[in-house]
């Protein structure tokens, strides 16, 4: 197995006649993702590529049998366009999309929650399963597959880890990216949980950055519920008090938020904490060894 | 609110003075909390103290912000000084109301001092703030009962401002109860989800990000993410994370980062253009990295804005790049066939940060 995405993939893009939607979506499709639909209203009956595309999600649910859908739509329609997919009956989206209003995703996020859709993001790179399928931008080319599942809060930080753990001969299960937003659909703990059911994964690499306390309520439930090994990696240690350092999330309030905090947090669980992303592959690296 | 006037000059801060009545309040207007803390808000009695406090306060620096404002209004005979905000809880993904009876200090020296005291509620997404709610909390937290319906309806009006204004943080403190029993937000701080100003041009207007600093104002015009930090190597990133760690790994070293910089994704070379001009205005940058993991980014892209900023701007410091990840090879070439003065290449991101520092240390 592997999580989230995989073979039984059958991946809708919502906005796949724009410029991006286009690029990343036929792009996840030469990964050998199973792309069978576009939805653009007023577009439909249109195709990209030879791929059909549709006005509604619904249809490309009903005629084409999506259970996985990408949204690649504009910030300021993007919580609608996640709203429809939870309302057409896919199990998953997946939503690219930077610069949602948080009180959008507010509302978005319960409602997905209440239909029990599994909402990845946004504001995140997606998900890759090496090769089975990849959801998203993430460059596919950086990872092998293997068994370690990497849960991160931003995009190239996870390739710079991947990298270095293909350079030491190591692979990926699965690669979530959860996104740097305030409100994201799923968090640490919910990724964890999949990777720790994944006979794939053997060992997990989860990395944090400044802003809010996902980290900390993560190692909480490492302690508790996660038996597999778990690495760490938290970046921001040198980023001053109330300055957004690029990601929505991440900025330090006060005494929260900071790396050192997180980093203590998951310390205190037994979590292994690298200082650089090198270090981190380096601990993954020699943690699966031991194991082995 | 209390009425009051705006000055930005001292005669016009007594003239406002002398209209709203003696005792008043002189308070400076800055976007940023903990104004009281820093001499920001001053009681006067008379003219000649609202002289003084207008002349101490504009033009005073709070936190990097400059007083160039200041409120005056009367002074309200204070009974109770208490707590109201409404924030937005990221953990639990929900609105969350704070009240407590302790105001006039800041919310967290109360829950360290006295957790008890703090009486929080989340708010259901579809329900929101009601009087009940409201109601309930001003009981829970021991506030007089006959203001309780005031501090009520001022939490239902907090709530409503919240969603209505995209706000992540309303927070009054202090809300008064007067001594004739009227509350009063006498000091709030309100923040607004910058991604959602796209629905309020009026605090679109507004805002700034608030910043005095010369580069990130010409980093907001030239559409660059761009924090300004306090030391002397100007850093380039693309990814909010990588950035971030490069800053980290770069201060392991021994090295001081002068500032944060997202080139973003799929980063052109007039991005990197202007990402260069806003770094090298700093005069105490010494040598700049650039450490670039190409994903959408591409590193040809990378390589030509540097190749066309060396042309086009007077960069006088050293430069470290560091070159990975999509199209990393046509660019490292494109660069070394560009042979650039004072150009140092690196393969990995350790190595440069080491090879930055060295070259600060060494000039």
């Known amino acids: 197995m592997s999580i989230i995405v995989g073979a039984e993939t059958k991946l809708v893009v919502s906005g796949l006649t724009g410029r991006e939607g286009t690029f990343h979506g036929l792009r996840n499709r030469d990964y050998g993702t199973d792309l069978v639909a576009g939805v653009t209203p007023g577009k439909g009956g249109q195709d990209v590529d030879g791929v059909p595309v549709f006005d509604t999600i619904r249809e490309a649910v009903d005629e084409r049998g999506a259970n996985t859908s990408m949204v690649f739509v504009p910030a300021r329609f993007a919580a609608a366009a996640i709203d429809e997919a939870v309302g057409a009956g896919v199990e998953t989206v997946i939503a690219i999309t930077e610069g949602i209003p948080v009180h959008d995703m507010l509302k978005t996020y319960w409602r997905a929650r209440d239909a029990g859709v599994r909402l990845i993001g946004p504001n995140c790179p997606g998900v890759l399963s090496p090769g089975k399928a990849n959801v998203g931008i993430i460059p596919a080319q950086f990872f092998d597959k293997g068994s370690i599942g990497v849960v991160s809060k931003s995009g190239t930080l996870t390739y710079q880890i991947g990298n270095e753990l293909k350079q030491a001969g190591l692979g990926n299960s699965t690669i979530v990216g959860i996104g740097g937003d305030p409100i994201v659909g799923s968090d640490f703990i919910d990724v964890l949980t999949l990777f720790e059911a994944d006979d794939e994964t053997e060992l997990i690499v989860m990395v944090g950055e400044i802003g809010g306390d996902a980290e900390e309520r993560a190692a909480e439930f490492i302690a508790e519920s996660v038996s597999k090994p778990v690495v760490g990696y938290i970046a921001g240690f040198t980023a001053p008090e109330g300055k957004q350092m690029g990601h929505a999330g991440a900025i330090i309030s006060g005494s929260s938020g900071t790396a050192q905090a997180k980093k203590d947090a998951l310390e205190a669980k037994g979590v292994r904490v690298g200082t650089s992303p090198t270090e981190a592959a380096q601990i993954a690296g020699e943690t699966l060894a031991a194991r082995a | ?363």
């Open chain 2, 1 to 363: 609110m209390p009425s009051g006037r705006h000055a930005t000059t001292v005669d016009e801060a007594v003239a406002g003075a002398d209209e709203v009545g003696y005792p008043c309040v002189v308070k400076a207007q800055v976007r940023i909390g903990g104004r009281g803390k820093a001499g920001g808000i001053k009681v006067a009695e008379n003219a000649d103290e609202a002289r003084k406090h207008a002349e101490a306060i504009l033009g005073m620096d709070i936190r990097g912000f400059t007083v160039d404002e200041v409120w005056v209004e009367q002074a309200s005979e204070i009974d109770a000084e208490h707590y109201a905000s409404i924030i937005l809880d990221r953990g639990e993904k929900k609105l969350l109301a704070i009240v407590t009876a302790m105001g006039g200090m800041e919310v967290e020296e109360v829950a360290d001092r006295d957790p008890q005291a703090l009486v929080r509620r989340h708010l259901d997404p579809g329900a929101g703030m009601t009087s009940e709610i409201g109601g309930e909390l001003a009981q829970e937290a021991g506030i007089d009962e006959d203001v309780r319906d005031q501090v009520a309806e001022m939490l239902v009006k907090l709530h409503d401002v919240a969603t209505a204004e995209d706000a992540t943080l309303i927070e009054v403190n202090p809300l008064i109860v007067t001594t004739d029993r009227r509350v009063i937000a006498l000091d709030s701080k309100v923040t607004i989800d910058g991604n959602a100003l796209f629905r309020h041009p009026e605090l679109a207007e507004l805002d700034e990000s608030s910043s005095d600093d010369p580069q990130e104002r010409m980093a907001k015009e030239k559409g660059v993410t761009y924090v300004k930090l306090d030391g002397d190597i100007g850093i380039l990133g693309n990814g909010a994370g990588l950035c971030m760690s490069t800053l980290d790994v770069v201060a392991q070293a021994g090295g001081r980062p002068a500032n944060f910089l997202d080139a973003g994704g799929g980063s052109k070379a007039d991005a990197i253009v202007a990402a260069l001009e806003v770094i090298t205005s700093d005069e105490k940058v010494r040598a700049i990295l650039f450490n670039i993991f190409g994903g959408i980014t591409r590193g040809d892209e990378i390589a030509k804005g540097i190749i066309e900023a060396v042309r086009r701007i007077d960069i006088d410091v050293p430069l470290v790049v560091r070159l990975d990840g999509t199209n990393s090879e046509e660019g490292l070439g494109l660069l070394a066939d560009a042979d650039i003065q004072n150009l140092h290449l690196e393969k990995t991101m350790l190595g440069a940060a080491k090879a930055v520092v060295e070259l600060v240390e060494g000039s």
